[in-house]
C-alpha cells in the first residue's frame, strides 16, 4: 500500500509541474513516504534526516517533505528532531502536498498538515505508475480490526469503501493504457463491503474483474482470517483471471498469542478456511505474515507456530520480530520477550519456512510454467509464475519486461526457480507494448523508467 501511495504521491507532484531529477544532479525536493509498522521504519527516517542536515545547510532552497504513517504518528516530533524539514503532511493528506510545498516557500516556514480521518475514499490522485503493466487499485482504505500489536487503524482509520463502480472503472482505463496485471489493495479486503453493507461484494468484485476483457492477472492483498468466506473462494476459483495464489496472515500458531493479539480467529478456523482454498484450487500456493516474539510467547507457542507451518506448507512466510508501537496495548503487555530469545527464534522460523519452501518449489521441477515477464537485464529475465513464484531465465532477445514467457523448470532454491533456456517460448503482449512505449517515452525526456526508489526524488 504505501508503494501505490508513492505512486500517487508521485503522480501529484508530476501534476504540480514537477519532473524526476536526472541521476547525479541537486533535487530540489525529497519526499519521504514512511511506514510505521516497525520501529526499525523510524530509525531509518532519522538516519536519512540527519544524514541531509548538512546539505540543507549548504542549499536552504532545497525542500525536505515528510509523509506517510510515520508523519502521522509523529506530527511535531519531526521537526523537534529535525526543524529543517520543510512539509510534514499524513496518511489522508497526500494530494495537498504540491500546496503545502508552495506555502512553505512563500511563507519560509514548516508547514504541518494531517488528517485525523477521511470523510470519503481518496480516488481521484493522479498515479505515476512504477510499471506499465501492473498497477495497484485500492479498494479500501483504513481497517476496523483492533490487534493488539498494530499501529495502522490509529494511523490509517476507519475502513472506507470505494464503490465497485469506481473500482471497475479505474481497472478498465488501466487496461486500456496497457496494463494486464491489477493487485487490489486495501487492509483487509475482504472485509470489502462493510461501509454500504453488503457482506458479498469482495466476492462480486473479483467475478466483475473477471469479465474485463485484456486484464490477464488479478491478484489481491491483503485478506484476514475473520472475514474470509466461502464466496471469495469460490469466486477464486471460478473467475479464469484471478491467479492461484493467497496471501493470508497467520501472525501465530498458537490460540492463546491469537488471543492476546485480538486476531479474531483461531487456529481450527485458519486451518479450514486452508484446507477449502486447496480443495477449490487444489494448485493454490498459500503465503503468509508471522510475528516472533509476540508478549508472553513461550516455548510451547513458538513451536506450535512451527508446527502450523510446516503443516500448511507455505510458499513464503513474511516473518517479522515483534516491535512496540507506542499506544498499542501489545506495547505495555506483561512478559516482554528478551531480543536474544526472539532473534533465535526468528532464526528458526525463517531456516523452516526455506525447507518448506525449497520443498514446495521441487515440486515443479521439470513443469511448464507460464511467467509475467517483470525485469529483463541483458538477456536474463526475472518474472512471476501465475502462483506466485519468482522465476529467473534466459529470455531471448526479442522478449520485454510485459511480456508472457512459458518455460520448463530446470532447478529450483528455496526462494526461486530457475528456466531451461532452451525451453522459453515468449508471447508477446499489450504489456510488453505498454512497456516499449513507456521506455521510448522516458528515453525522449532524457529521465530514467519506473519510480525514483525510498528517497522519492524530484525536481521542479
Not at 532519522?46 to 509523529?74: N, T, V
Not at 490477464?216 to 474470509?228: A, G, K, L, Y
Not at 513461550?298 to 507506542?326: H, I, M, N, Q, W
Not at 530514467?448 to 528517497?455: E, N, Q, S, V, W
Request: aromatic fraction near 6%.
Amino acid at each position: 500500500m504505501n508503494v501505490h501511495d508513492s505512486e500517487r504521491i508521485a503522480g501529484s507532484l508530476d501534476a504540480a509541474g514537477y519532473i524526476p531529477a536526472p541521476d547525479g544532479s541537486d533535487p530540489d525536493l525529497i519526499v519521504f513516504n514512511t511506514c510505521a509498522v516497525r520501529e526499525n521504519a523510524d530509525n531509518k527516517l532519522y538516519g536519512h534526516l540527519s544524514f541531509l542536515a548538512p546539505e540543507k545547510k549548504l542549499r536552504p532552497e532545497l525542500q525536505i517533505a515528510i509523509g506517510g504513517c510515520l508523519a502521522q504518528k509523529d506530527k511535531s516530533v519531526i521537526l523537534e528532531k529535525a526543524p529543517y524539514v520543510d512539509v510534514v503532511f499524513g496518511t489522508h493528506n497526500m494530494g495537498s502536498l504540491p500546496a503545502l510545498l508552495e506555502r512553505a516557500r512563500v511563507e519560509k516556514r514548516a508547514q504541518i498538515e494531517i488528517k485525523e480521518s477521511l470523510e470519503h475514499f481518496p480516488s481521484t490522485l493522479p498515479a505515476r505508475r512504477h510499471s506499465p503493466f501492473s498497477a495497484w487499485v485500492s479498494i479500501s482504505v483504513g481497517c476496523n480490526n483492533t490487534c493488539t500489536f498494530c499501529i495502522v487503524p490509529a494511523l490509517r482509520g476507519r475502513e472506507k469503501d470505494r464503490s465497485s463502480a469506481e473500482i471497475l472503472s479505474e481497472i478498465r482505463a488501466l487496461v486500456a493504457d496497457g496494463v494486464i496485471e491489477i493487485t487490489l489493495l486495501g487492509q483487509n479486503v475482504n472485509a470489502y463491503g462493510v461501509d454500504f453493507g453488503d457482506r458479498g461484494a469482495f466476492a462480486k468484485l473479483l467475478r466483475a474483474c473477471g469479465e474485463i476483457e485484456g486484464l490477464e492477472r488479478v491478484r489481491f492483498m491483503s485478506p484476514h482470517p475473520r472475514d474470509f468466506t466461502d464466496d471469495v473462494i469460490q469466486a477464486m476459483a471460478e473467475t479464469k483471471n484471478v491467479m492461484p495464489h493467497l496471501h493470508m496472515p497467520l501472525q501465530s500458531g498458537s490460540d492463546a498469542i491469537l488471543a492476546a493479539m485480538r486476531r479474531s480467529y483461531r487456529v481450527d478456523r485458519y486451518r479450514s478456511i486452508i484446507s477449502k482454498v486447496r480443495s477449490a484450487l487444489p494448485n493454490a500456493t498459500i503465503t503468509t505474515d508471522v510475528i516472533v516474539g509476540f508478549p508472553g510467547e513461550s516455548e510451547a507457542d513458538f513451536e506450535a507456530t512451527l508446527d502450523l507451518c510446516s503443516e500448511v506448507g507455505f510458499l513464503a512466510a513474511y516473518s517479522f520480530k515483534y516491535s512496540k508501537r507506542p499506544g498499542t496495548p501489545a506495547a505495555v503487555m506483561e512478559n516482554q520477550i528478551p531480543e536474544q530469545i526472539v532473534a533465535q527464534r526468528y532464526d528458526r522460523l525463517h531456516q523452516q519456512i526455506n525447507q518448506v519452501a525449497a520443498r514446495l518449489n521441487n515440486e515443479v521441477l521439470g513443469k511448464r510454467v507460464e511467467v509475467l515477464i517483470t525485469d529483463i537485464d541483458g538477456t536474463s529475465a526475472t518474472g512471476k509464475s501465475r502462483d506466485f513464484r519468482l522465476v529467473h531465465f534466459e529470455a531471448p532477445a526479442t522478449a520485454r519486461p510485459g511480456d508472457i514467457a512459458e518455460l520448463t523448470i530446470r532447478e529450483t532454491k528455496a526462494h526461486f526457480i530457475l528456466g531451461d533456456s532452451q525451453s522459453v517460448s515468449i508471447r508477446p503482449s499489450r504489456g510488453g507494448d505498454a512497456f516499449s512505449s513507456r521506455k521510448a517515452e522516458a528515453e525522449s525526456k532524457g529521465v530514467a523508467l519506473g519510480m525514483p526508489t525510498l528517497k522519492s526524488v524530484h525536481s521542479k
